[in-house]
């Protein structure tokens, strides 16, 4: 086949000045999870094309893989290449761990940037410099109850801000206590809120915070004000018995998740409900708006020594084919366009799935959040501010003041050190 053939020969080139090696090369991959198991199923194809390198694949769990990887760079025993969050690719970029991928692409002819959704690619090149390759998308949208809202006379899935007020109220009317669950404790859908506003999260470079703009606090005061009305209850995910059978109840006719529960909502919920449920892109304040830009990407370290092999794996693991395979292992969204495009078994593409589609949709319209080593602890203060404006302990305006203070505290070392490079 053509697609094999372009392949073996990207393979060949990546490897080219490793023929003399009569060896066998052994590669260190580390994987998460879920992640892990599957990559070490594919690897079998990429042995097989080729035969002179073996592929350890090490599963780390991933409440300890950000630790491990760091504590791996410090002692100087990083692995050949590694899935890493893209969240965690500026950290790591930072420290002068991860190799720049361009010249690697460049050299690689059936690696196509374009075939990649835009947001997506960008969260890969922290400070202009490309240090990972997509190997999975993760995005938010909406699980609906489309059943509900037709019997609440709403005519159509909400597109903007006014639409998702006016049903929420309308399922409200019709007898729904909490229309939406919006748990307390996780930050994504204030976060892909934030991200529909034409302002940055970070002002100045990200050097400092942005959250007292009034773009963060049009985003706040939408999210809270659906406490206020009593649009959504004021619950953590752990205090949600069983999500899926609530949901399957009635209980609430939206949700904001992932693409992992298709598969959960298609196993969890009863047969007579397959037609009940659909996903659907997030609502924006003038129609259809942006979400976050999530996933994890393939990266390689500096300190190998069989950058070759590893840019081979990669690239094998990059192939519409694989990522496809990848796919119906995990559930995983690809990354690639092209992979969309590929028939599934019994011949529809993933682009035609009923519930995948809208996935599709959301990832042309989706922004990467700000590349800088402290999002994490940045993500965490802007759920706990949140928190405490749905329970009623702060304003918005103290919130987004004393969120602004403890993130300008959090950038100031960053600051120090760009201000020093300026110098």
């Not at 706040?220 to 009593?230: D, K, M, Q, T, V």
């Amino acid at each position: 086949m053509r697609r094999r053939s372009l392949l073996t020969a990207a393979g060949a080139a990546a490897l080219t000045g490793c023929a003399r090696d009569t060896g066998t090369t052994t590669l260190r991959f580390w994987a998460m999870g879920r992640e892990a198991e599957v990559a070490a199923e594919l690897i079998a194809g990429f042995e097989r094309e080729q035969p002179t390198v073996r592929v350890k694949v090490e599963q780390l769990p991933w409440t300890a893989a950000h630790e491990k990887l760091l504590t791996a760079f410090a002692g100087d025993a990083t692995p050949d290449l590694a899935q890493v969050g893209n969240t965690w690719l500026p950290e790591m970029q930072a420290l002068g761990a991860l190799e720049p991928l361009e010249p690697w692409i460049e050299r690689t002819p059936v690696m196509q940037p374009a075939d990649y959704f835009d947001g997506i690619w960008a969260t890969n090149a922290p400070n202009g410099q490309r240090v990972g390759l997509p190997w999975y998308v993760d995005t938010r949208l909406l699980f609906v109850r489309q059943d509900l809202l037709e019997r609440a006379g709403i005519p159509r899935i909400p597109q903007d801000w006014d639409e998702w007020r006016n049903a929420l109220a309308r399922l409200r009317e019709h007898g729904m206590a909490t229309p939406i669950l919006l748990p307390t404790n996780e930050f994504e859908p204030l976060l892909a809120l934030a991200l529909q506003q034409p302002g940055e999260v970070l002002r100045d470079g990200g050097r400092f915070g942005n959250f007292s703009s009034p773009d963060f606090r049009r985003a706040l005061g939408f999210y809270a004000e659906r406490f206020e009305r009593g649009d959504a209850p004021g619950l953590t995910n752990n205090q949600v018995a069983n999500l899926w059978q609530e949901f399957g109840r009635g209980t609430f006719a939206f949700y904001i998740s992932g693409p992992w529960n298709i598969g959960e909502f298609k196993r969890r919920l009863p047969a007579e409900l397959d037609d009940a449920w659909t996903t659907a892109e997030l609502p924006g304040p003038r129609g259809l708006g942006a979400s976050v830009a999530g996933g994890a990407s393939l990266a390689m370290f500096k300190r190998s020594r069989h950058k070759p092999q590893a840019w081979a794996l990669i690239s094998y693991l990059s192939r519409p084919d694989v990522q496809l395979r990848f796919y119906e292992l995990t559930g995983d969204l690809p990354p690639r366009r092209s992979t969309w495009a590929m028939p599934l078994e019994g011949g529809a593409t993933l682009a035609e799935d009923r519930h995948a589609a809208a996935f599709r949709r959301q990832l042309e319209r989706v922004r990467p959040t700000p590349a800088v080593p402290e999002w994490e602890r940045i993500m965490q203060e802007m759920q706990l501010a949140a928190a405490r404006v749905v329970g009623g302990r702060d304003s918005i305006d103290t919130a987004v003041r004393g969120l602004d203070s403890r993130v300008d505290g959090i950038l100031e070392k960053r600051r120090w050190m760009l201000d020093r490079a300026k110098a």
